[in-house]
């Protein structure tokens, strides 16, 4: 069975480095083709994908995002951590991590399995 | 970013069939999935790769994609089927995924 958890602080200041950590089970990311990915929705608002991490360590980011992210795995404590400099107001929103499945199909994959997501406000 | 476009509402009573788009540039070349999202819950995939459905999900839900544009459709939706349908997908250089804007499906 296949879960994911998020955790973090659910409030940080702007201009603050958020640090998210993706904790799951049911799968190792050194198994190939998986993955796993962060996405995040405003309130509101519609899906917006972040960031994804392989099991080869291959990294892709939102070009909106880029210059502010960081993804890291640590395969023998199952997670992934999403690091996010500079926040402001706008990055409020809901913070999901999912497992991504199917990059062998040429896609970067499909998020299967979704952890239940972490609401995180950027205010002073 | 590679954009993907979806209507903003369905609206179907229940037994009919609702049909929600997805158009994007890169379909002919790219598989498309969709996403299930209810009011306060996490997204839950109900198609994949344009036409497959994970298990657990009802046979009522089937996808399709011909040329620009990729089709979920649900056949004799339910009052339970109301909910933000999501499609999902990359550009052509498959770098970058990206989501569509979303849509909001009515039973009624």
């Known amino acids: 069975q296949i879960t994911l958890k998020e955790s973090g602080p659910t409030q940080v200041q702007p201009t603050q480095t958020l640090t998210l950590t993706c904790t799951f089970s049911?799968?190792?990311?050194?198994?190939?083709?998986?993955?796993v990915g962060w996405i995040r929705q405003p309130p509101g608002k519609a899906l917006e994908w972040v960031a994804l991490?392989?099991?080869?360590?291959?990294?892709r980011y939102s070009p909106s995002l880029k210059s502010r992210l960081t993804i890291t795995k640590d395969t023998s404590k199952n997670q992934v951590v999403l690091t996010m400099t500079n926040m402001d107001p706008v990055d409020t929103g809901t913070y999901y991590c999912?497992?991504?499945?199917?990059?062998?199909?040429?896609?970067?994959?499909?998020?299967?399995?979704w952890g239940q997501g972490i609401l995180v406000t950027a205010s002073s | 970013s590679y954009e993907l476009t979806q209507p903003p509402s369905v609206s179907v009573s229940p037994g009919q069939t609702a049909r929600i788009t997805c158009s994007g540039d890169?379909?002919?070349?790219?598989?498309a999935h969709w996403y299930q999202q209810k009011s306060g819950q996490a997204p839950v995939l109900v198609i994949y790769?344009?036409?497959k459905r994970p298990s657990g999900i009802p046979e009522r839900f089937s996808g399709s994609s011909s040329g620009t544009l990729a089709t979920l459709s649900i056949s004799g939706a339910q009052v339970e089927d109301e909910a933000d349908y999501y499609c999902?997908?990359?550009?052509?250089?498959?770098?970058?995924?990206?989501f569509g804007g979303g849509t909001k499906l009515t039973v009624l």
């Open positions: 999912a497992h991504c499945w199917g990059v062998a199909s040429g896609t970067l994959g499909y998020f299967d399995y």
């Open positions: 049911g799968f190792s990311l050194n198994t190939g083709g998986v993955g």
């Open positions: 991490i392989y099991w080869d360590d291959d990294k």
């Open positions: 890169a379909l002919p070349r790219k598989f």
């Open positions: 790769e344009d036409s």
């Open positions: 999902s997908s990359i550009g052509v250089s498959s770098y970058h995924m990206s």
